[in-house]
């Protein structure tokens, strides 16, 4: 006969897979392959979560083993983020839900540059793409994300 501790550990299972088949795949919140838009290549992995309807994300994995020990040196000297690891930096911020699947008003920093950027994020392709802009004024350049999960 099972215990009281075993039928909750099986009821604690059950509702976090039932919760998972309710997470909506059109949401930016999850992890995300980033892509060099120059070379195509994959290049970091960030991960994007959700907190009070603010969307924001952190670098969890840069892909070249010569960059693991990367900082944001180039980071304008008044930002908190100067000369701070790359790995476990947030570099998306204030991002809300504009539209459908369309999130907006937020900023990116690229850390190769030290440059921040006006942020906005599409879901596309049922989920499994996202779709990056960072532009200031007019000019900006669009990167495609892949979700890992």
Do not use: H
């Not at 440059?115 to 392709?125: C, E």
């Amino acid at each position: 006969m099972p215990t009281l501790q075993s039928r909750f550990c099986v009821a604690l299972f059950v509702a976090g897979v039932s919760m998972s088949a309710f997470a909506d795949p059109m949401s930016p919140v999850g992890t995300w392959q980033t892509i060099d838009d120059k070379t195509n290549q994959p290049k970091s992995l960030v991960s994007i979560s959700e907190k009070d309807g603010v969307i924001s994300g952190t670098v969890e994995k840069i892909v070249d083993p010569a960059k693991q020990d990367s900082t944001c040196d180039k980071c304008a000297s008044d930002d908190p983020r100067k000369d701070k690891p790359v790995i476990g930096m947030t570099i998306l911020t204030g991002l809300k839900k504009e539209g459908e699947n369309v999130y907006g008003g937020g900023r990116i920093l690229d850390p190769n540059n030290g440059k921040t950027y006006n942020a906005k994020v599409t879901v596309i392709d049922g989920g499994k793409k996202l779709e990056m802009r960072g532009s200031i004024l007019f000019f900006g350049r669009t990167q495609t994300w892949i979700r890992v999960n």
